[in-house]
Structure formats: structure tokens, C-alpha cells
């Protein structure tokens, strides 16, 4: 069975979707669209920007969304038979399933990033990268930490991500590597995502997904939050929304889909996070890039 996988922040670069643009005119004409829904021209920012500006997340989640969608929009065979994205990635895999329009997937994820923007100037939060260590033992530290601090993003085995308040992540970090990790290093990032410090977040986001009509997609979704097969619209509404503030479980949804039968997993995006990931999480695993 094919899938399609999507990737989340992180994998944008400049030069991002330029050549789709300059290629097809289907292409040219959605990138316009969205400088249009956007109110400001995310292409020049994609095509020719820094790399800092690239990194506001005002920029880079609909960029991501954008050059993810627009791919998939112009692949001549593609056919999904289940899909999948990796936290921003989640939206673009509903547009390319067919729950969500293109325009109503924009919208939500420049809302989504802007809501996350605001969560994250309200307390000083932060993310880090734990590598060597079982998963239970890094839910395990964070539990025997004082303050907020959780597991976020299970990536791959003994690759996690932990996430919360700036000190607690930093305690957490070295309590880590008493535990034996190989390496716990703060990363770059503006805030603690997919943790209970995106609450804020997470109200903003539910009134507009509430708000927004979803369809039934021609395959399903494994979603982050439960890494399952979901096709039915108002579940999958239900787990976008709790999304922001749980873990994102992206081991667990690659397993279940090899149970499920994925033979094949394209990446459709910029970079190949998803496809190194897959390969850790299953050696036996066939991975491409649109």
C-alpha cells in the first residue's frame, strides 16, 4: 500500500517550492493564492529569504503547508491509500486526503502559527532533543522533575524530544544524561510546542477548527495523538485539537502503518526528515522523495 508522509517545522530552506512555481501552472496558481489569503507575499520569503526569516513561525508553518500541498497537487500519480504528517505536517496530509480544502488548510495553519507564536511569549518555554535513551526511561525523568516537562515528539527509537518550562527542560537535560543518554541539548525553537504550555494555543486553534468544515477523505489519516487510522471528519477534528498540547507519537504511527500494510513511504515536502526517521524506526522500510 502507498503512503504519503508530510513533515512538520523544520524542514523549510530557502528556495523552497521555486522551481514547482516556475514549472507548473497549477503550481504558480495556488502559490498566488495563498500570497492572496495570506495578505503578504510568503513566496518572495520562500524563493529568496534568510534563513532567520524563514524561521519566524508566522512564515514557516504555512510555508511548509504550502510547498508540501502544492507537490502533492502536482504529483501525476499520486494515489494515496493512507497518509500521514508529522505535526504542522498533519494539515498538509488532510488537504492531500481530501478532509480539508486547500484554502481552509492555509487559513488554520497561519492561525495555528500565530496562536503557537502568542502561547510561546506568555512563559519562558523551551524544547530539547534526548538521543540513547528507551522511551519509558525519558517519561520516567520528566516524571520525577519539578515543573512542566513531557515527552513531545517520539521521533524514533531512542531519539525523543522533551518539552516545557525553560528550567525544568534544562534539569531535565542533565537528569537525562545521569540516566545515560548519549546527548540532551536544548533546541532552537521558540517555545514549548506539544505540551501543556500550548493550552492557549490550543483554545485559539479549537473555535477555528471548529468552525471549519471537514470532509470524509478518500484514505484514512494516522493521526499524532492517537496513531491509528482515522476517517471519520469529527474525530479527526478532535485530535487536531488536542494535538498542540500531546505528544506526537510519529514511532508509533509508522509501526501501525507497516501493520497496516504501507509498502511504500514517499515524503512529500522539503527535505527527507520522515524517510531518515521511517528507516530507524524499520530497516526493512522503502522510503522516496517526491
Avoid at 508566522?58 to 504529483?75: C, G
Avoid at 526511561?137 to 515528539?153: K, Q, R
Wanted: proline share 4%; hydrophobic share 45%.
Amino acid at each position: 500500500m502507498k503512503a504519503y508522509v508530510f513533515p512538520g517545522q523544520g524542514a523549510q530552506f530557502t528556495g523552497m517550492g521555486k522551481d514547482l512555481y516556475e514549472n507548473s501552472p497549477l503550481a504558480k496558481e495556488l502559490f498566488e493564492k495563498a500570497n492572496e489569503i495570506l495578505g503578504f507575499r510568503i513566496t518572495d520569503i520562500m524563493f529568496e529569504g534568510t534563513a532567520e526569516e524563514l524561521k519566524e513561525t508566522k512564515v514557516t508553518q504555512p510555508a511548509v503547508f504550502l510547498h508540501s500541498v502544492v507537490l502533492a497537487k502536482t504529483l501525476e500519480d499520486f494515489k494515496p491509500e493512507m497518509v500521514a504528517g508529522h505535526s504542522l505536517g498533519e494539515f498538509s496530509a488532510l488537504v492531500a486526503n481530501g478532509a480539508l480544502s486547500f484554502e481552509d488548510g492555509l487559513k488554520l495553519v497561519s492561525q495555528r502559527a500565530l496562536a503557537m507564536q502568542k502561547a510561546c511569549e506568555i512563559t519562558p518555554s523551551t524544547m530539547a532533543a534526548v538521543l540513547g535513551l528507551a522511551d519509558n526511561i525519558v517519561e520516567e525523568v520528566c516524571e520525577s522533575i519539578d515543573g512542566v516537562v513531557v515527552a513531545a515528539n517520539y521521533n524514533c527509537p531512542g531519539q525523543l524530544v522533551i518539552s516545557g518550562e525553560f528550567s525544568a527542560v534544562e534539569k531535565a537535560c542533565e537528569a537525562m544524561k545521569a540516566a545515560g543518554a548519549k546527548r540532551a541539548l536544548l533546541l532552537p525553537v521558540g517555545g514549548a510546542f506539544h505540551s501543556p504550555m500550548m493550552e492557549p494555543a490550543r483554545e485559539e486553534l479549537a473555535a477555528a477548527i471548529e468552525a471549519t468544515t471537514f470532509s470524509t477523505p478518500i484514505c484514512p489519516v494516522y493521526q499524532n495523538v492517537t496513531a491509528s487510522a482515522v476517517s471519520d471528519a469529527n474525530e479527526i477534528k478532535k485530535n487536531l485539537i488536542i494535538q498542540l498540547t500531546a505528544p506526537v507519537r510519529w514511532t508509533q504511527s509508522v509501526q501501525q502503518m507497516i501493520a497496516d500494510g504501507a509498502t511504500l513511504f514517499t515524503e512529500v515536502g522539503p527535505g527527507k526528515v520522515l524517510a531518515g526517521l521511517i528507516g530507524k524506526i524499520d530497516k526493512e522500510a522503502v522510503t522516496a522523495n517526491a
